[in-house]
C-alpha cells in the first residue's frame, strides 16, 4: 500500500532559550483518536517536486506556522526509512533549532483540524510517547531529534 507523493517529511521544532519543543495535536482518523504529533506531511509531486526539504517547510508553516531557524537532516546522508512494513512511503525526519513565528502561515489542508502545542519540554514528550499520547511516527522522529540535541549540546 502507498500514499500519493513522492514520501513524506516530519520536523521537530524546537526552541533554544526555552529549551521546549513545538508540537501539534490533532486527530488520526487511522486509529480514530486524537494525538500529539509532530509537524508532518506527504512530498507531493504538484507542490513539491520530489524535495522532502521543500515539503518539510511548507508542513512546519502551515502546521506550526513557524519558518525559518537552523536545520537538521536526522537521517545519515540522504536516506529516508519505511514508515511501515505494509507502505511504500518513505519519511525523511527534520530537527529546526530556532524557527519564528509566521503572521500569515500557508493554510492547513482542509480535512485537517491541528492544535499547535507551544511549550513542550523533553520530558513531557517523552511521557507523552510511553503513554502511547504521541502517533509511532511522531515519536520516532521525536527519539531522533531529541539525540541530535544531545550532540549538538542543546539539552
Known amino acids: 500500500m502507498d500514499q500519493k507523493g513522492a514520501g513524506a517529511s516530519i520536523v521537530f521544532a524546537w526552541n533554544s532559550k526555552s529549551k521546549t519543543a513545538t508540537i501539534i495535536k490533532e486527530y488520526n482518523p487511522g486509529c480514530d483518536q486524537i494525538l500529539y504529533g509532530l509537524a ?83 520530558k513531557e514528550i517523552m511521557e507523552m510517547i510511553c503513554a502511547g499520547e504521541m502517533n509511532c511516527i511522531g515519536g520516532f522522529a521525536s527519539l531522533l531529534a531529541i539525540e541530535k540535541l544531545r550532540s549538538l549540546g542543546e539539552i
Open 40 to 122: 508532518a506531511g506527504i512530498v507531493e509531486i504538484d507542490k513539491h517536486g520530489s524535495d522532502y526539504d521543500i515539503a518539510a517547510r511548507d508542513e512546519l508553516e502551515e502546521e506550526c506556522h513557524l519558518a525559518g531557524g537552523t536545520w537538521h537532516r536526522l537521517l545519515n546522508n540522504d536516506a529516508s526509512i519505511a514508515m511501515d512494513k505494509y507502505l511504500m512511503t518513505k519519511i525523511v525526519a527534520y530537527l529546526v533549532i530556532d524557527p519564528v513565528k509566521v503572521e500569515h502561515p500557508r493554510p492547513l489542508d482542509e480535512e485537517e483540524d491541528i492544535e499547535i502545542v507551544h511549550g513542550v519540554s523533553v
